[in-house]
């Protein structure tokens, strides 16, 4: 069953090597292309993310060097990997590719500058999440102690996302400013929180958000981090599908999905360690739920999702 995953940290890992890891097979890339291949994964969500010591100054040319890393060593040395632009994209693939999204998460690297953004947006940015989990111009992430809500530029980002037909993402905002997202954003998700209720963590999401997320038409994305699972130290794919059962008694079941967070987190659910183990998600799934609902959380409750977009 094809899955659509909507978060890896593969272009941060590719910056961090100066670009020395193929991204066809390092063992060092969870997702990297023959581990999507393996674990039926045919659209990937690549996030730019840019490291909190970066100086200010640099961090907008840190992210289009990660968009460069995308363009030439994602795309360029594998003809399998197809670069989505556009939502329409989606329904283009053929058999044995796998499609390749940009996205941004936090904005960090665009200061205060919209063109920065809208540049950005050019190269195939099709989601952007605000803030990782500090403070930044936008907004206050989910783990800065002051727990503000979206500036004036905050609402300008949002504003050009909906001009734009861009995601906003709120999985990294505090509560107030996933609220103040609510109220403005046209399309908005979350793409890789797990439930607060089983797991109390500020990066989750309480019932009272993911019933406003649910209830405005977005979709919630499940992460694959044992932090964000429960808090015993580690967890397995049954302590995260626990995660989407609880969604589906919010009344998500036709709104929720996968986002693995591979790449970009240092611990990992058992028999989920990598791209190429997602079925043993998806089989366990099969185990609790229709194969209609399974086929909606690996991928046709996001492409419902797009096409009113």
Same mark, same amino acid.
Request: a negative charge; charged letters at 20%; glycine letters at 10%.
């Given at each position: 069953m094809n899955v659509i995953d909507l978060h890896c940290d593969a272009l941060l890992k590719l910056w961090e090597t100066d670009g020395r890891l193929s991204y066809a097979d390092a063992p060092q890339l969870a997702t990297n292309k023959k581990r999507l291949q393996k674990g039926k994964v045919n659209v990937q969500f690549f996030a730019i993310f840019i490291e909190p010591f970066i100086p200010s100054d640099q961090k907008f040319q840190s992210a289009l060097q990660q968009v460069d890393y995308f363009y030439k060593e994602v795309l360029g040395k594998n003809p399998e990997m197809k670069h989505l632009k556009n939502w329409n994209d989606f329904q283009a693939l053929k058999d044995g590719? @796998?499609? +390749?999204?940009?996205?941004?998460? =936090?904005?960090?690297?665009? &200061?205060?500058?919209?063109? /920065?953004l809208s540049i950005l947006h050019q190269l195939g940015v099709l989601l952007i999440g605000l803030t990782w989990n500090h403070a930044n111009l936008a907004a206050d992430g989910a783990q800065e102690p002051r727990g503000a809500g979206?500036?004036?530029?905050?609402?300008?980002?949002?504003? !050009?996302? *909906? /001009? *734009? /037909? @861009?995601?906003?993402?709120? %999985?990294?905002?505090?509560? $107030?400013? !996933?609220?103040?997202?609510?109220?403005?954003?046209?399309?908005?998700?979350?793409?890789? %929180?797990?439930? $607060?209720?089983?797991?109390?963590?500020? $990066? *989750?999401?309480?019932?009272?958000?993911?019933?406003?997320?649910? =209830?405005?038409? =977005?979709?919630?994305?499940?992460?694959?981090?044992?932090? !964000?699972?429960?808090?015993? #130290?580690? +967890?397995?794919?049954?302590?995260?599908? /626990?995660?989407?059962?609880? !969604?589906?008694?919010?009344? &998500?079941? $036709?709104?929720? =999905?996968? #986002?693995s967070d591979f790449d970009g987190i240092s611990q990992l659910i058992t028999g989920l360690e990598d791209a190429s183990m997602t079925q043993n998600l998806i089989n366990e799934l099969l185990k609790h739920y229709s194969e209609e609902e399974v086929r909606g959380f690996a991928s046709q409750n996001f492409l419902n999702f797009i096409s009113k977009i």
């Open positions: 590719e @796998i499609g +390749a999204v940009l996205t941004l998460e =936090g904005v960090d690297a665009i &200061g205060d500058d919209l063109t /920065k979206l500036t004036v530029f905050g609402k300008e980002i949002v504003a !050009f996302n *909906n /001009k *734009n /037909k @861009i995601l906003t993402d709120v %999985s990294h905002l505090c509560d $107030r400013a !996933f609220w103040d997202v609510m109220e403005i954003a046209d399309y908005p998700l979350a793409s890789h %929180s797990n439930s $607060r209720v089983l797991c109390d963590h500020p $990066r *989750n999401m309480t019932d009272e958000m993911a019933k406003e997320m649910f =209830g405005k038409g =977005g979709v919630v994305h499940v992460v694959y981090n044992p932090p !964000f699972t429960n808090n015993e #130290g580690s +967890a397995s794919i049954v302590d995260l599908i /626990k995660h989407i059962d609880h !969604f589906c008694g919010l009344g &998500g079941v $036709r709104q929720i =999905g996968l #986002g």
